[in-house]
T-cell receptor, first 113, second 110 residues
């Protein structure tokens, strides 16, 4: 089955700096890679996703890059703000939306004012 | 409002008792999932259901059971066979790509 590894487990950055979180996956059948943000006491919410036919996707201050050959993908947050503080999870799945969605272990991001 | 609802938010259980966590969605999604969240271990899949009257074991199914008699509902039973049930449980539903999560149930064994 799929195995998703995520690094680092904790990350602290100064407000205004950039943050990068990296994930690797094992199953070459995976072709959908979402990122979720979880705030304290709440369920995770999708912030950005990428499909395997695309190498990079950007949405304002958030971007995701995918290297399918190396089986790794990364989340980039630029111009970080205090409200970016949260736990971030990467995940991998086959494109069929009813299949298993396997998550990484999470990164606790803290933005230092 | 459309969404996915988990209840209760907090649940206390005595050792040796079974307990059932509720998950209801009105998004008309076929697929539903149960995850367990422990500190430092991310979201681990317990069970998932791709369609009504069908479900599959996830990575940590031992000590848990589910049913999927209606499209809207996917209850999870934590049985006395689960050795370490204290955790945060998350239910999700999904169509095509994006998974929508409930607010979670925090289960504590006392």
């Amino acid at each position: 089955g799929e195995n998703v590894e995520q690094h680092p487990s904790t990350l602290s950055v100064q407000e205004g700096d950039s943050a990068v979180i990296k994930c690797t996956y094992s199953d070459s059948a995976s072709n959908y890679f979402p990122w979720y943000k979880q705030e304290l006491g709440k369920g995770p919410q999708l912030i950005i996703d990428i499909r395997s036919n695309v190498g990079e996707k950007k949405d304002q201050r958030i971007a995701v890059t995918l290297n399918k050959t190396a089986k790794h993908f990364s989340l980039h947050i630029t111009e970080t703000q205090p409200e970016d503080s949260a736990v971030y999870f990467c995940a991998a799945s086959p494109w069929n939306g009813n299949e298993k969605l396997t998550f990484g272990t999470g990164t606790r991001l803290t933005i230092i004012p | 409002d459309g969404g996915i609802t988990q209840s209760p938010k907090y649940l206390f259980r005595k050792e040796g008792q079974n307990v059932t966590l509720s998950c209801e969605q009105n998004l008309n999604h076929d697929a539903m999932y149960w995850y367990r969240q422990d500190p430092g271990q991310g979201l681990r899949l317990i069970y998932y259901s791709q369609i009504v009257n069908d479900f599959q074991k996830g990575d940590i199914a031992e000590g848990y059971s589910v049913s999927r008699e209606k499209k809207e509902s996917f209850p999870l039973t934590v049985t006395s066979a689960q050795k370490n049930p204290t955790a945060f449980y998350l239910c999700a539903s999904r169509v095509q790509t994006e998974a929508f999560f409930g607010q979670g149930t925090r289960l504590t064994v006392v």
